[in-house]
């Protein structure tokens, strides 16, 4: 007789499932990182051309390169807010991505206990069912013959 988890398939759907949101997450995370990193990028950046513009400014500078630098920061200023915004996004979707995971953490992790549990109450009936058997033989070996009871009963 062998053991068999009649939810098996359940646990491995949703063992699949864990991996998956795991890969995700992972994807998720990877995607906040790039976005950060370019954020920092564009902040390093408008602040080498703020500098720029401070020093050239104190020199004096033409009108249509002040006008440059003005343009620049006016488009960086709204390409980083636009990234802070998909910053944002990204986090609110790890956040659910991750509340996610840790659910299906807690299901499968319920079916695993289930499993165990189970697996355990068949070891013992089968440990009972054996020692059933061998105080059966036991008692087979010793027991005297019929004939020899008669004899010295009567």
């Given at each position: 007789?062998?053991?068999?988890?009649?939810?098996?398939?359940?646990?491995?759907?949703?063992?699949?499932?864990?991996?998956?949101?795991?890969?995700?997450?992972?994807?998720?995370?990877?995607?906040?990182?790039?976005?950060?990193?370019a954020i920092r990028e564009l902040t390093d950046?408008?602040?080498?051309?703020?500098?720029?513009?401070?020093?050239?400014?104190?020199?004096?500078?033409?009108?249509?390169?002040?006008?440059?630098?003005?343009?620049?920061?006016?488009?960086?200023?709204?390409?980083?807010?636009?990234?802070?915004?998909?910053?944002?996004?990204?986090?609110?979707?790890?956040?659910?991505?991750?509340?996610?995971?840790?659910?299906?953490?807690?299901e499968k992790k319920i079916l695993e206990r289930l499993k165990e549990k189970k697996l355990?109450?068949?070891?013992?009936?089968?440990?009972?069912?054996?020692?059933?058997?061998?105080?059966?033989?036991?008692?087979?070996?010793?027991?005297?013959?019929?004939?020899?009871?008669?004899?010295?009963?009567?």
């Amino acid at each position: 007789m062998t053991f068999s988890f009649r939810l098996q398939p359940l646990l491995n759907w949703k063992a699949n499932l864990e991996e998956l949101s795991r890969l995700r997450l992972t994807e998720k995370t990877r995607a906040l990182k790039a976005e950060e990193k370019a954020i920092r990028e564009l902040t390093d950046q408008r602040a080498f051309y703020a500098r720029q513009e401070g020093d050239k400014t104190k020199k004096g500078v033409r009108v249509w390169e002040f006008l440059l630098y003005r343009e620049f920061a006016e488009e960086s200023f709204k390409t980083l807010e636009r990234r802070e915004d998909r910053r944002r996004l990204r986090e609110e979707e790890m956040k659910k991505e991750r509340e996610s995971l840790i659910g299906l953490m807690k299901e499968k992790k319920i079916l695993e206990r289930l499993k165990e549990k189970k697996l355990r109450g068949f070891i013992d009936r089968m440990e009972r069912l054996e020692q059933q058997g061998n105080d059966e033989i036991a008692t087979q070996r010793y027991r005297p013959p019929l004939c020899s009871l008669r004899e010295g009963g009567e």
